[in-house]
């Protein structure tokens, strides 16, 4: 009964911690291996499993302080660069991502 719980806590922790700005990057679900993301989700779980839990609000304000440092790591900064290096590459060379023009279709009509 708890691992449905657990895992949905998890997956929510990890989807706060990406719409607040962490990059997806270090995020895999699948293969956590940044020490603060674990820590991250480790402290949402505690905050969020069951009733009555008199040490959430301490969890919470752990899970937020761990967002701020993950925002703020070389890991995420790092991460966010090398997108924005890609995006404009991308649009330097005339490819966007998907390998055409975004005028090709107008061009072909």
């Known amino acids: 009964m708890y691992d449905a719980e657990v895992q949905m806590l ?11 700005g962490v990059n ?3 995020l895999d679900a ?5 020490a603060l993301v674990k820590k991250g989700v480790t402290a ?3 905050a969020n499993f069951g ?7 301490r969890f919470d304000d752990a899970y937020n302080r761990v967002v701020i440092d993950l925002l703020n790591s070389s890991e995420n900064i790092a991460a966010i660069a090398a997108e924005e290096e890609e995006h404009a590459a991308s649009e ?10 975004p005028n090709a279709a ?3 009509g």
């Open 30 to 34: 699948e293969d956590l291996e940044n």
């Open 44 to 46: 949402y779980c505690k």
């Open 10 to 20: 998890i997956d929510a922790a990890l989807y706060d911690m990406e719409r607040a």
């Open 92 to 101: 330097q060379d005339g490819s966007f991502g998907l390998g055409a023009s």
């Open 106 to 108: 107008a061009s072909e």
């Open 24 to 26: 997806p990057a270090l």
């Open 51 to 57: 009733y009555d839990n008199a040490e959430a609000p």
